[in-house]
């Protein structure tokens, strides 16, 4: 069973990325979670360091998942961390679209590595990082959908706003 790399921006991670995790870590010997850094481009609410350490803390029941930050090219990472698949989550047929086109592009830059989609599970069909932000800034109780440490992350950074 080779080596599989979820890459993504987990800004943060929630329950419907920590439930492809789960997945992808009972198909693959190891699964390396890669949070990307992104250098200028993308608004992201945490720092790369945040983001690890929020996704190492919710998936710290996982005895075969790793988490890394990462820049650059996915296959390049993918490459250096020995991965034959990048796992991603499909949510809705938008999803689709664009993930087709990052896998195609990734298969011509790298024809040895595959990519694995697992669909979201029924209950987190909905859920991505930005509603779950909207909801937090809002005042809305998220528990539902984050392990502790994201849920305390996210009080911290939008204060009284969030339920204690
Ligand atoms: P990116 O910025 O690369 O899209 P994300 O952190 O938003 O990174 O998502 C990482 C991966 O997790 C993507 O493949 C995304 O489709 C998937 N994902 C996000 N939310 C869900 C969800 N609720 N259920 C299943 N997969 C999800």
Redesign the pocket.
Known sequence: MPIAL??????PI?N??I??AERAARLFEELVVAV?HSPSS?RLLFSTEERVSLAQAGLAHLPNVRVIPYTGLTVACAREVGARAIV????ATS?YEY?SQLALTNKQLAPEIDVVC?I??LQ??????TILKEVAMLGGDISQWVPEAVRQALHARFGSSQPA
């Open positions: 979820y890459p993504g921006s987990f800004d929630h419907g990325h439930d492809i990307y993308k991603r989550g499909l949510r999803d993930e697992l979201t599970s987190y069909a909905y859920l991505s990082s």
